[in-house]
C-alpha cells in the first residue's frame, strides 16, 4: 500500500480548522450553529485597500512578483516599522509571504534542523509544533497557566535553554489567549536571551493592532538583541485581509536571504494585486484599525462579564487578540446522560452538538485544561453563544 512520507504522517491536523468544518457540516443540515473556532475579523476589508486593489488589475500588475515581495510595499513595511514601532530595518531584510503563517514556518525551515530545539511557550498557536516538527526541529514546550496570565517568566525561558536550543517563539498579543506581555516583562526575557548569541527569537506579532492596553511593545526594541530577533507580521487581522494571504518578516538579513531562497523555490512572491492592496494598507488611512479595536473591545468585555457568570470555569481579562481562553477542567468527569466529558476535545464536541456552538479544545494549544473560543462575531452573536454554552454546561452532571 502506498503510504504518505513520515513528515506528514507525523504532523497533526489543524484543529481549528477541523472544528470550523465540522461546524459547516451541521449548518448545512440546517442547524443553527454559531461559529467561535476560527480566528479571523467578521469585518470587511477597508474600501480604501480594496480600491487599492482593483486599480492594480486594471494596471496590470498581473505578473510575478519579486520573490520577497514589490520594493514599495518592502517600503511601506520598513516605514511602518520605523513609524509605529521605532525599529530600524532595510528593505531587503523584508520578505513578504503568503501570510504570516508563512513567514513562520520559513523562518523555522531556514534555521532549524534535526536535533535543533524550539523553545514554544504553553499555550501556543495550533501551528507552532507542527512547523517545528516539519523542520525536523524538536519542541520543548514551556507551561503558564492562568494564574500567571499564560506568560512565562524569564525564569521559565532560562531553565528551558540547553545547547541544543536554537530559536523561541513568542506571541504577543497571544493567541490562543490575549495576553500581552509587558514591556518590563519583555525586557526580563530580553536579558536572559542577550545570554545566548545563538538563540534566534520569533516574535510573532500579527494581533499587534488588537490590543487593550496601550501601545504595542516589540521584543526586538532591546538593543542587544535586535540582531536575534525576527519580527513576523502582515494584514490580515489589523485590517481584517484574512483571506489576501500577505505577511511578513523583517529579520538579520542572513536570515532573510534564507528565507528568500526558501520561498524562491516553493511559492515564489505572493499574488501582486494584494500587495498593491497591501502598501495602500499600511500607507493609508488608520482610522480602519482603530475603528475595528474598539469593537473588539467592546466585545471582550462583553465576553469576559457574561462567561464569568458560568459556574465553575475560571476567565482571565485578554488584553489583546479576540480569544477568550478559559479554564473549564471543573466540567471533566461530568455527565449527559450517557455522554461523558472526559476532556477539552469531549467538551468542545458536546457544545458544539448539544449547544451548538464552535469552539476549541485547548490540547491543540498545549493546555488540555482550557477551551477556546473567538470573539470576532457581532454582539448578539456573543449573547446567544455564552447563554447557550452556560446551559449546556448546567445539564453536565
Not at 516599522?81 to 509571504?97: C, G, P, W, Y
Not at 507552532?128 to 516538527?133: C, F, G, I, N, T
Not at 545566548?196 to 500579527?206: M, S
Not at 454582539?379 to 445539564?395: F, G, M, P, S, T
Request: charged share 20%; glycine share 6%.
Amino acid at each position: 500500500m502506498t503510504q504518505v512520507s513520515e513528515r506528514l504522517a507525523s504532523l497533526s491536523p489543524s484543529e481549528t480548522l477541523a472544528m470550523s468544518q465540522k461546524s459547516n457540516e451541521l449548518k448545512a443540515q440546517g442547524i443553527d450553529v454559531i461559529n467561535l473556532s476560527v480566528g479571523e475579523p467578521d469585518f470587511f476589508t477597508p474600501e480604501h485597500i480594496k480600491d487599492a486593489a482593483k486599480k492594480a488589475i486594471d494596471a496590470n500588475f498581473s505578473f510575478y512578483s519579486p520573490v520577497p515581495g514589490y520594493p514599495d510595499l518592502r517600503k511601506a513595511i520598513v516605514d511602518k516599522l520605523k513609524r509605529e514601532n521605532n525599529l530600524d530595518f532595510t528593505a531587503d531584510q523584508i520578505v513578504v509571504s503568503n501570510g504570516a503563517k508563512q513567514s513562520v514556518c520559513n523562518v523555522l525551515l531556514s534555521i532549524i534542523g534535526p536535533g535543533d530545539e524550539v523553545i514554544v511557550p504553553a499555550p501556543y498557536w495550533v501551528s507552532y509544533v507542527e512547523m517545528v516538527k516539519l523542520a525536523e526541529g524538536t519542541n520543548v514546550v514551556v507551561s503558564a497557566g492562568i494564574e500567571q496570565d499564560f506568560k512565562i517568566t524569564a525564569t521559565q525561558l532560562e531553565s528551558a535553554i540547553t545547547p541544543k536550543t536554537k530559536a523561541l517563539i513568542l506571541c504577543s498579543p497571544s493567541n490562543p489567549t490575549g495576553s500581552v506581555y509587558t514591556k518590563e516583562e519583555l525586557k526580563e526575557l530580553a536579558n536572559v536571551i542577550a545570554k545566548y548569541p545563538n538563540l534566534i527569537v520569533i516574535a510573532d506579532e500579527i494581533y499587534e493592532h488588537i490590543n487593550y492596553v496601550g501601545k504595542h511593545e516589540s521584543i526586538a526594541q532591546f538593543c542587544e538583541i535586535k540582531d536575534h530577533v525576527v519580527v513576523v507580521n502582515g494584514v490580515s487581522k489589523a485590517y481584517a485581509m484574512t483571506g489576501w494571504r500577505i505577511g511578513f518578516i523583517a529579520a538579520p538579513l542572513w536570515i532573510a536571504k534564507a528565507c528568500n531562497k526558501l520561498q524562491g523555490q516553493y511559492t515564489s512572491g505572493p499574488n501582486s494585486a494584494a500587495q498593491k492592496a497591501a502598501v495602500a494598507a499600511f500607507n493609508g488611512d488608520q482610522t480602519c484599525v482603530e475603528d475595528m479595536r474598539k469593537a473588539f473591545l467592546r466585545r471582550r468585555d462583553l465576553v469576559v462579564k457574561l462567561s464569568k457568570e458560568i459556574p465553575q470555569i475560571k476567565v482571565n481579562v485578554p488584553q489583546g487578540a479576540f480569544y477568550l481562553f478559559p479554564e473549564v477542567s471543573a466540567y471533566y468527569g461530568k455527565k449527559a446522560g450517557d455522554r461523558v466529558i472526559s476532556n477539552a476535545a469531549d467538551l468542545a464536541m458536546y457544545l458544539l452538538e448539544v449547544g451548538h456552538v464552535a469552539t476549541v479544545g485547548g490540547a491543540a494549544f498545549g493546555s488540555p485544561e482550557c477551551i477556546r473560543f473567538s470573539y470576532a462575531t457581532s454582539d448578539e452573536n456573543l449573547v446567544e453563544a455564552i447563554k447557550r454554552i452556560k446551559d449546556a454546561l448546567a445539564a453536565l452532571k
